[in-house]
């Protein structure tokens, strides 16, 4: 070709290159009407994928069936079997992140002079975020299209109608067609898949149809990063890529300055490799290829230095408890695979080293379940298998959402593979987890604590992962343990689990994963490659070690290593362990927000996982020698399958009606009913001995199951017939009650003695009782008071002597009480005082209970302005929406609801920010998935709820989106400085995405955010890894938000902030959903605001589309002097370990405090029986943040020795004095039991 002819079409290229594409319409090119004819055409104008190859909705079979791509001969070929439905793009991971060329041949008779042609490529759709740009060459002319966004995924999975048509029409000058063969090529370079609709080609009526005759084409020639021996010598191979169309032909291709290389080429693509010295800094060789010994095309091609690879593949199968069918058929499956895995290796004993089966078993549920249904002679075969390393066990018990797990469920993760340890003399030292992306940061002690050295990360390639890959795929680290006591190697494979998900092992993808590894400065000559075949849950692949057998014996390198993730990381570390970087921080987990689709039965497993941790310690306390160890592990495998990432079928958002979905969310819910139901029977079987017979409730215990002393509200269920409301302690003192709206009985259990139970007696004593009158028109309030401690007589002496003489202090006017009068009835031991003001009346009845107790003489009512102080009325009303108690006073907006003031009395401070118009537990839903603009709930209606003198409450009722209703109840505690939030949001059913979030703006200057997590406390950005989700947290229990003046940490003040039921929180601002408009954030401003983010249906698979009906979430908020983090720790384990109250015989030995620890920071986490022989087991973690010096003092008797354990609960060595624990260190003693 010319050079001005070739110039002459580059322009063109360009001015086409501005020319708009078409969309949504039928429109023909842009060519004189009867001056052109359709030449030929692939597929039909219809919308439809049907006619194509791979369509409507195979996509995942792309890579095998077109490993080269597409190649068409107009008028042979036939697009059922031809022409995929879908051109990948580099952005698609599943083939292989790399460009796609698809190739058009046609001939033509003549080539014409003058008019103009049209190329029309019709697309159903084209991808929604990352559409691709497109090379079209025709010929040597070349043009660029960017195409458009299009719909979406579902076009894509065969509902077609779902698309965004896209037409895009190149006209050229119809010279650039030429007789003979002509050749179109179609390249994705940039951005994702498109769906064809119909390729066509206009042309003058002149041009006349030919054969595509015998043709022989060199297309690309290039180099891969493998190695070859020849003759004891290492040589490098150049591939030639060749097309040839006709009758077979020898092609010949030469390396200068190596032996030529023949290939007998048949019709289609041949790749034929020639052979080149092994060079050790980039080269330029020439190549030749002949045909027919006449030389055809030389290309110059530089040669790079090859590394010396070892790619080691783990072969395993994702396992997703459902999704890709019903839990129990996805059990049987695996269940199958161990039996055929044990064959394929048994096959293959003989083979070389490298290419032997080996088959890692990701997580051990399905083990679990096999060996208890396996016969003795299959159970045998397993183990054995194991032993011989046919088969590797990896430790987690599933793939688990590990921010959702609460600290101890962490530690139960981990259980089975120390019962499999200890039962058949196994080795599990490492740890596997797939698709999910992001990991709490305890579980590296709980993993190194267990003797797991290695963790292996396959997550997810491209779905919701945020920087998980870009910032650890391929980079193996050292990952340290909030202490900085423990450490374990982390490799995060650089793609992924799921690779070979549409294909087997081959030679393109592998090569081309080389290439960007080299590219990208890789350091290391090993590699993990993740094999995971067929789709989730996939099976075993029988062909692997033949292929690799073959590989080794062609290739020299790079080698492959049919490996598990023990066997890899050990010669990782051997190799390499001096330069592996060490980190610490969090992972945040970027899944867990599906939790969120489910808040009802999340709510529940996480109280249920605390449950049992409160039911192993009363099992200690009071029973340890019955110790029900086995109903306690299947009780916590329900807890760890509902945290498990498989929440749903894969179409629960497409068909979240289907059988198939309800199918599978029946199961994944009976693991937190059953949860709940179990820890419930463990709790109430831990005291059954301890309890009363008796039909009347005469006293209870009310234990502690935590390692300091308590106090805090207990309430009696409104069922439980009691002998009477008045309630005193053990040693007589009378405790401030109240009977709650519900009927419960509330009373302040006060310094319950750790790990431990204090009595409490009740008795008949009527308790006070007002009743508001109208008398003469006028209202009058008379009090009933039924004395216990003092005579009638005695107390009225006590009401005329002091209000005759007191200042009231009442709204901040000092008065005395007037207008009342006082009698009494001392045949009942009743006083009885009108009042005709009702704070009067509040006020004698305070003095009153004050009084009214053996030690009476030395105490002294003291009064609060504005406290709400109504007991019992039949008419109630709000003090203007405010709360008080001794510490805390707080206002309610009356118009949304919001708590717009909160003080503590300490302070002068208010801790509520009312800058952005937020308040706490402000209510805001987000319609769809932009959060630019949420919206509030409707108009409140304040009524009191609890009137005193215990609990006093305002009851906040609403509409708001989203729900049938929202109340919200707002708590304070005589005597605790805490204020309790109750709301219940009773949701509507809807399927279009959506999130329901609860503000609270704190005012808290030059705040730092803390986050509780398990085993670590975690401050947004500064303690999260490079990566690391920021657009919302799990949180365990609290997140605190402290003042800080200076590098030291000295606060002024602060709050924290108690979450009983939700686990997610965002920081800021609603940040919930990246393709909202949010994207992924990469770094979090400070903030002192966060926002609880209890409900969405966000996710596009798996989750729940929709939730309806009540759910309740709980908050406590407490205001402090400066951050103490083991303080922080203990409101938060108060909060969700509640006191714990059993009916008793009223002389019955009372179960005494048996331990308390020292210092203060540091707590105890368990308290339990060990599962095997005689002895408590303590769990120990320093929540301070700071070294501590820690010792355990033991009631008498005192335990004769002490053990450091591990988490098997095995002696590991014996403590006999103080024990030096690093801040946020854990520790487990095994202490024998007399």
Known sequence: MKVATLTKYLVLSLLFYTCPCTGGSRTAPTLAAGQTKLLWQIGKADNNTAEFALGPDRSNQYSVTFPRDALFVAGQSDPKQDWPYIQPGPADLWAGSKSHTFTILFGVKNAPSTGDCALVLDFVDTHSSKPPKMQIKINEASFIRELPKGAGDPSAFGEVEKGREHRCIIEFPARVIEAGTNTITITSLTGSWILYDYVSLRTPVVVETGHVGATTKLLDVHTQPFLVERSGKLCQPVMASVLHLGEPVEATVTVKGSKPVKQLLKSGY??????????????????????????????????????????????????????????????????????????LARKSADYP?????????????????????????????????????????????????????????????????????????????????????????????????????YFSVGPNRGHRIGYTLSSWGDKPFYWQSPSGKHSILCWVAGEG???????????????????????SKYPYDMLQVRYSIGGDNGPPDPGLSDFVKNWNEKYAYPKLVVSTASEMCREFERRYAGRIPKVRGDFTPYWEDGAGSSARETSMNRAAAERLVQADTLWAMLNPARYPAEDFYNAWREVILYDEHTWGAHCSISQPDSDFTKAQWKIKQAFALDGDTRSRKLLKDAFAEHRTKAKKIVAVDVFNTCSWPRTDLVVLPKDWKLAGDTVRDDGGKRVLSQRLSTGELAFLGDDVPPIGAKRFIFDADSPPKIIEQVVGGAPEFK???????????????????????????????????????VSSNPAANQLIVRCKIREDIEAVLELLQAVDVPSFAAKRPTFYAGQTRAFDFDKTRSQDAELTNSRIALTVDKKTGAIVSLKWKKLKADMVNRKNGMGLNDYFYVAGRNPKDPQRNGPVKINVKEHGPLVASLLIESDAPGCHKLSREVRLIAGLDRVDIINIIDKQKIYKQEGVHLAFAFNVPKGMM???????????????????????????RWVDVSSVRSPKDNADYGVTWATVDAPLIEVGAITNDPRGGVGWIKKLEPSTTLYSYVMNNYWETNYKASQEGPTTFRYSIRPHRGFDSGKASKFGIERSQPLIVVPVDKNAPL????????????????????????????????????PAKTRIIWAKPAPKNVWLSNLAEEKVAEITGPVEMAAYEILTLRVPRR
């Open 270 to 343: 041949k790749v034929i490799e020639g052979l080149a010295p092994l060079v050790t800094k980039p080269t330029q060789v020439e190549v030749d290829v002949k045909v027919a010994g006449r030389s055809i095309d030389k290309r110059t091609v530089t040669i790079k230095p090859v590394r010396k690879w070892e790619v080691y593949l783990l072969h395993h199968s994702h396992v997703d408890i459902g999704y890709t069918h019903v839990q129990t058929e996805v059990e049987r499956k695996h269940w199958g695979y161990f039996e055929q895995v044990i064959e």
């Open 353 to 453: 080293p490298g290419s032997r089966f080996k088959w890692n078993v990701e997580v051990l549920w399905a083990v679990d379940s096999y060996l208890k249904q396996a016969s003795k002679e299959k159970r045998e075969e397993f183990i054995d298998a194991v032993k011989k390393g046919w088969i590797k066990l990896d430790a987690l018990y599933g793939n688990e959402l590990t921010a959702l797990c609460r600290p101890e469920e962490l530690i139960r993760l981990v259980d089975y593979a120390q019962k499999l340890r200890q039962r058949y003399d196994l080795t599990i030292n490492s740890a596997m987890i797939t698709d999910v992306p992001g990991y709490t940061w305890g579980i590296v002690p709980v993993l190194a604590q267990s003797g797991v050295k």
């Open 497 to 519: 689990y799921s690779f070979f998900h549409a294909g087997r092992l081959d030679a393109g993808r592998l090569f081309n994963y080389l290439k960007r590894l080299e590219s």
């Open 783 to 821: 009090l009933f008071y039924f004395c216990k401690y003092r005579t009638s007589d005695e107390l009225k002496q006590v009401v005329r002597g002091q209000f005759a003489t007191k200042l009231f202090n009442r709204k901040g006017k000092s008065t005395k009480v007037r207008d009342y009068t």
């Open 1010 to 1036: 803390r986050i509780d997590t398990p085993w670590a406390v975690v401050r947004p950005e500064l303690d999260q890894l490079p990566g690391a989700c920021k657009n919302y947290f799990t949180v365990q």
């Open 1151 to 1186: 179960r005494s405090s048996i331990l308390t620890v020292e210092p203060a920071g540091v707590i105890v986490t368990a308290f339990k029986p060990a599962d095997v022989g005689k002895a408590w087991i303590v769990r120990l973690f320093n929540a301070s943040g700071r």
